[in-house]
């Protein structure tokens, strides 16, 4: 799956806990979940647990903590395909 | 851990106190009772001469039973050093019938899931007669410190 493609099934599921929708409207690599568009600690958990499902991945503790941005989001989920793949 | 030391390590006292006793908890839920007092002091105005137990009363003691007692457990299964408190995140919930002062509920929760310290929990509340007087879901974060 390229980026692109990831980010296009990606997005809804950001916009479902975004509070903030201007930042949604200029979501780029360094859009913070928390601190950008407003999505409590929470509702972290469910946006997670939604990429779980559309992505077959599981996320490991280590790597929740890291997913803080889109741009870390995203680098997650492609080494996580990556390793399903192999 | 036994359900006393659940009870013990509860963070309510009186007038906020919703937890009688826990009747079984394991890691996929729990079940306790409440009797709410005539003598609680939200019924001289909820409502004026006509008493009824308040629906977000009835959501806290789901939450006290079903949540907070259950979180402690399931946090005290992962580390037994650290005590665990529940932040209340969100609920849901769908109101059947009246409680009255004096009433007896049972409140019967079952985890949903817990992951990256949420609770997410199915609650329901019986009366006496067995009958659900409230159902719905609650979530919240299980901290090691009281305020989040």
């Known amino acids: ?86 | 851990m036994k359900t006393t030391e659940i009870l013990e390590k509860l963070p309510y006292s009186h007038p906020f106190h919703f937890v009688d006793e826990l009747l079984s908890i394991d890691e996929n839920g729990v079940t306790g009772t409440y009797t709410f007092s005539k003598d609680l002091d939200f019924y001289k105005g909820h409502f004026k001469d006509h008493p009824v137990t308040p629906g977000v009363i009835l959501t806290e003691t789901m939450a006290q039973i079903g949540m907070v007692c259950l979180g402690i457990y399931l946090l005290g299964e992962l580390d037994a050093n650290t005590s665990g408190h529940v932040m209340l995140t969100s609920t849901a919930i769908d109101f059947t019938k009246p409680v009255f002062p004096g009433e007896k509920v049972t409140v019967i929760s079952e985890k949903v899931y817990f992951r990256f310290k949420k609770l997410h929990c199915k609650v329901e509340m019986q009366n006496q007669a067995g009958e659900i007087v409230c159902k719905g879901t609650l979530s919240g974060m299980v901290t090691t410190r009281l305020h989040g």
């Open chain 1, 1 to 86: 799956m390229n980026k692109e493609e990831l980010i296009l099934r990606l997005k809804p599921i950001v916009d479902t806990y975004a509070q903030d929708k201007a930042a949604m409207e200029n979501l780029n690599d360094h859009t913070d979940f928390i601190k950008d568009l407003h999505i409590n600690s929470a509702n972290l958990v469910d946006l997670v647990l939604d990429i779980e499902e559309q992505f077959d991945i599981e996320i490991d503790n280590t790597s929740m903590e890291k997913m803080l941005t889109i741009g870390a989001a995203i680098e997650i989920i492609q080494e996580k395909i990556n390793t399903n793949d192999r």
